[in-house]
């Protein structure tokens, strides 16, 4: 069973910093594209980042460009998204996907929740 | 970057009743677009891939019509399982979302 498992959430303050993280298992996670979206409450769904298998290529939503950094271990079937810089605007549910060399996503974990308050 | 806009961000119907939502690219997309169903505290659930290909498992009340810059979702006899927000996704390059439409019971 494919499975995307998100970790690292909680309350942080604002300016403070937090690392997700997103465990793959069930398919060859090396193969595959990787995504951070983001939902913030109530609202619609942002796209955040995305990395390519390879790590060859990496972009970022201009939101978060410069404040956010994604990343992946292909050996631990990880991708990691740390977040410096946090805002009150960054406060959501993150989701990993999962793309495939069309670029359309294949599967999503169940999110996460983020909070930036004081 | 692109730019996705999704028409109406909310829609009253009834069981029954034939939607349609609309979704406009700032560019031209050829069919790199997709469509999610997303209810409260899940993730979003793939529809429509390719701008006209029902992904497997999805009812077939489900169709998607549109290529370049103008697409469209209709569900042909709303059903009460289909009372959710709707989103319209660009895979073009990197992606967009729509705003999402919430379709409603009337």
């Known amino acids: 069973e494919v499975q995307l498992v998100e970790s690292g959430g909680g309350l942080v303050k604002p300016g403070g910093s937090l690392r997700l993280s997103c465990a793959a298992s069930g398919f060859s996670f090396n193969s595959y594209n990787m995504n951070w979206v983001r939902q913030a409450p109530g609202k619609g769904l942002e796209w955040v980042s995305f990395i390519t298998y390879s790590r060859s290529y990496i972009y970022y939503a201009d939101s978060v460009k410069g404040r956010f950094t994604i990343s992946r271990d292909n050996a631990k079937n990880s991708l990691y998204l740390q977040m410096d810089s946090l805002r009150a605007e960054d406060t959501a549910v993150y989701y990993c996907a999962s793309s495939d060399s069309t670029n359309l996503v294949d599967n999503w974990g169940q999110g996460v929740l983020v909070t930036v308050s004081s | 970057d692109i730019q996705m806009t999704q028409s109406p961000s909310t829609l009253s119907a009834s069981v029954g009743d034939r939607v349609t939502i609309t979704c406009r690219a700032s560019?031209?997309?050829?069919?790199?677009l997709a469509w999610y169903q997303q209810k409260p505290g899940k993730a979003p659930k793939l529809l429509i891939s390719?701008?006209?290909t029902l992904e497997s498992g999805v009812p077939s009340r489900f169709s998607g019509s549109g290529s370049g810059t103008d697409f469209t979702l209709t569900i042909s006899s709303l059903q009460p399982d289909d009372f959710a927000t709707y989103y319209c996704?660009?895979?073009?390059?990197?992606?967009?979302f729509g705003q999402g439409t919430k379709v409603e019971i009337k």
């Open positions: 560019q031209r997309i050829s069919s790199w």
């Open positions: 996704q660009q895979y073009n390059t990197y992606w967009t």
């Open positions: 390719k701008a006209s």
